[in-house]
């Protein structure tokens, strides 16, 4: 055969790979990814269908629209409700626990919170996770009430730790270089500076740990009296 005859003769195309099946579940992965890597922001229905390589409007046969959307990528993010029965320490240590795998998953996914508020679709492991939290209270003597109130106190104390370890609310903590701005202008922030004279990491732990044991030791040390008088 000669140099030239690969070239010019004709060859059959190979075959083009099997196209997996469009599901709900690969919608949801897809978007996911997306979420991951770039934000919560950059995620619609048609950077989902980019990904997977397929029109958009192939994407509307399985969800609606982008509610539709972030709910089932929701539901894939948050995974299964934790199984707390085994867990030692009583009604605090489940909790302990819930939050701790709580934190873990919001840590995997950022934008899970900003995903989680509003008026919006919600599925069953989301469900499912509040009533993991709300059953380790159980035989507490708190009234239903309260052992939903309970829940609802950790799930704001963790968005909101969430929110300032992001350089939310509390910026300064976060960013190291506003830090020394504000320590350098005690005549406007004296009892910031002097609060922060007076932390040691070695005693205080992690100083960017943004309030985030100290707030969840005392919501259960107060649920603890409470508890107590019952």
């Known amino acids: 055969m000669a140099d030239t005859d690969l070239l010019w003769n004709q060859r059959a195309d190979p075959p083009k790979p099997a196209r997996l099946a469009l599901t709900v579940d690969r919608i949801a992965e897809a978007a996911l990814a997306l979420a991951d890597a770039e934000g919560i922001e950059s ?70 919170p900003t995903a989680t508020v509003g008026d919006r679709p919600t599925g069953p492991r989301e469900v499912a996770w509040t009533e993991s939290a709300v059953a380790a209270l159980e035989g507490t003597g708190l009234t239903g009430g309260e052992r939903m109130d309970a829940v609802f106190l950790l799930s704001g104390h963790l968005r909101n730790t969430h929110s300032q370890a992001s350089g939310g609310t509390q910026p300064w903590l976060a960013d190291r270089s506003l830090r020394p701005l504000v320590a350098g202008h005690p005549e406007l922030f004296p009892a910031l500076v002097k609060a922060a004279s007076e932390v040691d990491p070695g005693v205080d732990g992690d100083e960017f740990d943004h309030g985030w044991q100290f707030g969840l030791d005392r919501i259960l040390d107060g649920l603890a009296a409470v508890i107590k008088k019952r």
Not at 81 to 94: E, F, I, Q, S
């Open 43 to 112: 995620v619609s229905m048609q950077q989902a269908a980019a990904r997977l390589d397929v029109t958009k409007m192939a994407l509307y046969r399985h969800v609606a629209n982008k509610a539709q959307l972030l709910g089932v990528m929701t539901e894939l993010a948050i995974g299964p409700a934790p199984d707390l029965a085994g867990v030692r320490g009583g009604w605090r240590g489940r909790l302990v626990e819930w939050c701790r795998l709580m934190r873990e998953t919001w840590q995997r996914h950022p934008w899970l």
